[in-house]
């Protein structure tokens, strides 16, 4: 049993005030993973209500991740030069007003305006928690608490299953934005509360300029180890939110004649099954020395799953599919940890700034090119979920070669 003395001693008292921080700015990451995947149960709706094309669907999912995506460097300076709470609570309104617009507006360039703020507004949220985690955990521990991170951030995605195809069902597109405002407003108020400016050694000196920061931020990227990095982080946990997050919806009710609640119960499970990945991945982190080939191998068995669930018409075989892609994408924990052991410490958090651009960025590109991949089949008589997941698997293959061919130097 744990010494009393122990539990009541300064690093205990210290380990629990950081852990509390975590999951407070968790709650931001919890509205992000919400906002990220709220698409695949608005989709049919869009489409029946508002005469949503295909191409159109794929421009609204993807201008999130756009923003969210080209921010990420912005949001690395703000924190280097800001802090993680500062830069957070600075920025996260912008959500709240993002979906406050959307539930205001029908209009096709409005909504996409809304997602445009809500993707800036979220831009920091999973970000401030990796370089949290950083400068507050041992290095030993990364991967484990970055995946119970990413596992608690992911119950956001619970609320844009079934009960967003609820509030959808019986009321409107607009209430369920209106839901998610509140809770947005209510988790930007946890992290006024709860989170405090951890403290960071810095040295000797005058602190960095902009200017500085945006030149290391160059420095960053020319380094040899970072493009192959980047390649595989714009395909990995894109390929889930674009199926999670867009294609999930319209798959189950046009292929399998699903019922708007009975694709909101699938897309529940598979947001369920996807918490226990990345707690468990983290846990069988292998490190260093064969890290990268667990990565490589999981992104194409990734990719033979999307090829499955594109060439299978049968039910019960796709749910399987659905739920056990779902689980997969936990290993991009395992990504984290690579970028983690990649570059020195000093580097560490403009390094995460960079793998997340990478990684929203493709998402944005991901969902944007499937949309238009879907039109493009559905003008030419070519079933549109089969082209657009051999697609997918595609881009997963090439991301899984480019980032095994790449040089992967470590400091």
């Not at 509205?31 to 869009?46: F, G, H, V």
């Not at 709860?194 to 960095?208: D, N, S």
């Amino acid at each position: 049993m744990t010494d009393p003395a122990e539990r009541h001693s300064p690093a205990a008292r210290d380990a629990r005030v950081a852990w509390l921080m975590l999951l407070a700015l968790c709650t931001a990451f919890m509205l992000s993973q919400a906002y990220r995947t709220a698409a695949a149960i608005l989709a049919p709706e869009l489409q029946a209500r508002l005469g949503f094309s295909p191409q159109q669907l794929g421009v609204f999912a993807a201008a999130f991740h756009f923003a969210f995506g080209a921010m990420q460097l912005f949001m690395g300076v703000g924190i280097d030069l800001h802090g993680v709470r500062r830069t957070v609570l600075a920025v996260f309104p912008l959500a709240i007003a993002g979906a406050l617009l959307s539930a205001l507006t029908d209009h096709f360039g409005l909504l996409v305006l809304g997602q445009v703020l809500i993707g800036v507004g979220c831009a920091p949220a999973f970000l401030v928690c990796t370089v949290f985690i950083a400068r507050c955990f041992s290095a030993s521990r990364f991967a484990a608490v970055s995946g119970l991170a990413m596992g608690i951030g992911g119950l956001g995605m619970l609320l844009t299953g079934t009960p967003l195809a609820w509030l959808v069902q019986a009321y409107s597109i607009r209430v369920g934005f209106a839901m998610l405002a509140v809770l947005s407003v209510l988790a930007w108020l946890v992290v006024y509360v709860v989170v405090r400016e951890p403290a960071v050694p810095r040295p000797a000196g005058a602190r960095a300029s902009l200017w500085q920061v945006v030149r290391q931020f160059g420095q960053l990227l020319r380094l040899p180890q970072t493009l192959g990095i980047m390649a595989l982080s714009a395909v990995t946990y894109a390929s889930f939110i674009t199926l999670r997050g867009l294609w999930l919806g319209p798959l189950l009710v046009e292929r399998f004649h699903f019922s708007l609640i009975e694709s909101g119960h699938v897309a529940l499970a598979v947001s369920l099954v996807s918490l226990v990945g990345p707690p468990l991945f983290g846990r069988i982190d292998p490190g260093v020395a064969t890290r990268r080939r667990w990565i490589v191998g999981y992104t194409l068995l990734m990719a033979a799953l999307f090829v499955l669930l594109a060439l299978t018409h049968v039910v019960l075989l796709s749910l399987g599919l659905l739920v056990l892609t779902g689980f997969l994408c936990g290993y991009i924990v395992l990504q984290y940890a690579d970028v983690r052991s990649a570059y020195p410490e000093s580097q560490i958090g403009r390094a995460m700034a960079v793998f997340t651009m990478a990684m929203f960025l493709g998402i944005a590109l991901m969902q944007w090119a499937t949309g238009v991949v879907a039109t493009f089949a559905k003008a030419h008589g070519v079933d549109a979920f089969t082209a657009v997941l051999l697609s997918v698997a595609v881009l997963l293959m090439a991301g899984a070669a480019a980032f095994a061919k790449l040089p992967s130097t470590r400091t």
